[in-house]
């Protein structure tokens, strides 16, 4: 008896060893099949087999979630009512699935922010509050920072923020801090991508050409830098609607005194405060100096020089800022740091040197093309002010559009902006029958005002 049991067990472990052999087979026919109809975009012939894995095998390889969402975005975007609803389903399925059985490659930010913009761009056909995005962007941006870095979800992020605000449920000082928050994130994509970008610039400005990997990255680099920059503008946008003099020195002055030895609060409330030009409220210097005596840095130096020129302390202003610019030891940051003083200099109208800040800000960071545009435009307001005559004062503007022309090179998050400064700076320039009058085509120019530059008159056909 006991070895008739035996027997039988070891038949029953057989065959249920063999089910799961076919199963494999199968499972592996099916997937092979499912990936080359994807590969080839046959989404509707391959959904199918690529369910029956999903559904048998969901262990088996991680193409079954990669190309899952492929299959499932194709009908989603052909699909209405409620086989939409259900399609949406089935993708967020595939999404959760994916890191709870290939946890080590589902970045859980990135896929948490994936799923809840998934949500967001169905928010009727899913029925889904903003409250429930909200806390859903929240959750994913807490949990997991660094991979929640898809400029479309941080906007989305900051947007739902902004709606809550209107209807009550968020008060300013919730969204002055989301906003820093979603801020700082973003400058440090920028900074990703910009140190990535410059390496391949220097590279390409030594004269070595770039692989088609290389090639096929520099222009990723750059949409995402675009990108950034438009979720940057637009997030800016949104919170000068609320973000005015009035509100911001209402709030810091409440919690200045809760706050006055966090260097973080304070750092963000006079940079808050500078960017909005409130600088002219005492509260503005009475945050600069706290920050100053509590955190001493690049930045607090800055800040305190923003005081000094509003005093009219100019050269104490000068040491301050030449103090901040030799603190601050990240190159990207004294980049930024340089362009931030060269845009304080130009204000002043000292562009000489001015132009020597902007200048240290592209050797630092040549794929920015701002600094380009800011010297460019202080050529353009010293036209009247350098040449001799009429035709040579306007033959500054060939120097303000060749260096717009540089920023257009080097910065795509700009390119309208420098298109514009390009047509308008030619418009001002000497017209082809002035050069014709004047006999001098192919003539050098050299401008002894602070400019210091020379332009070469263009020759004109006959």
Not at 54 to 67: F, G, R, V
Not at 129 to 154: C, I, R, V, W
Not at 360 to 380: E, F, V
Not at 406 to 430: C, F, G, N, S
Request: proline share 3%; aromatic share 12%.
């Amino acid at each position: 008896m006991k070895f008739k049991f035996t027997l039988f067990f070891v038949c029953f472990l057989i065959n249920v060893s063999l089910i799961f052999a076919q199963k494999d087979i199968e499972c592996k026919t099916k997937l092979s099949l499912f990936h080359q109809d994807v590969t080839v975009k046959n989404f509707d012939i391959a959904y199918d087999n690529w369910k029956f894995v999903k559904d048998s095998c969901p262990e088996l390889n991680i193409a079954i979630y990669s190309d899952g969402e492929k299959i499932l975005k194709h009908k989603i975007e052909r699909t209405k009512g409620e086989a939409r609803k259900r399609l949406l389903n089935e993708l967020l399925g595939v999404w959760e699935s994916r890191l709870n059985y290939f946890p080590n490659k589902t970045p859980k930010g990135q896929y948490s922010a994936k799923s809840f913009q998934l949500k967001y761009d169905n928010r009727d056909v899913l029925e889904k509050s903003t409250e429930e995005l909200y806390h859903g962007f929240d959750n994913a941006f807490q949990m997991d920072k660094k991979t929640f870095n898809h400029p479309k979800a941080l906007y989305t992020y900051f947007s739902l923020i902004m709606e809550l605000n209107e209807a009550g449920k968020k008060s300013l000082k919730e969204v002055f801090d989301k906003y820093d928050d979603i801020n700082d994130k973003i400058e440090n994509e920028v900074k990703n991508y910009s140190l990535k970008l410059n390496k391949l610039v220097e590279k390409q400005n030594k004269k070595i050409p770039l692989n088609k990997t290389e090639i096929k990255a520099k222009s990723s680099y750059k949409n995402y830098l675009k990108n950034y920059s438009l979720v940057s503008e637009n997030i800016n946008k949104m919170i000068a609607t609320i973000a005015d003099c009035s509100n911001l020195i209402q709030l810091y002055t409440k919690d200045f005194e809760a706050h006055k030895k966090d260097s973080i609060w304070l750092k963000r409330a006079v940079s808050r405060m500078y960017h909005k030009e409130c600088t002219e409220d005492p509260l503005y210097e009475k945050l600069a100096i706290a920050y100053d005596e509590v955190a001493p840095s690049a930045d607090t130096k800055f800040f305190v020089a923003i005081i000094l020129v509003k005093k009219g302390k100019t050269e104490e202003a000068m040491n301050y800022l030449a103090k901040a610019y030799e603190l601050e030891t990240d190159t990207f940051k004294k980049s930024k740091l340089a362009n931030r003083i060269g845009f304080t200099l130009m204000r002043k109208a000292d562009y000489s040197r001015a132009r020597i800040y902007y200048r240290r800000a592209l050797k630092l960071n040549p794929s920015n093309g701002r600094p380009h545009l800011a010297i460019a435009s202080m050529y353009a307001m010293s036209a009247n002010n350098c040449g001799k005559d009429e035709f040579e004062k306007r033959a500054v503007y060939w120097l303000a559009a060749n260096e717009a022309r540089k920023a257009l090179i080097v910065d795509p998050t700009i390119k309208q902006h420098a298109e514009r400064a390009i047509k308008r700076y030619e418009a001002l320039a000497p017209s082809k029958e002035m050069i014709f009058l004047c006999a001098c085509s192919g003539k050098e120019i050299k401008f002894s005002c602070w400019i210091n530059k020379k332009v070469v008159v263009p020759t004109i056909k006959k």
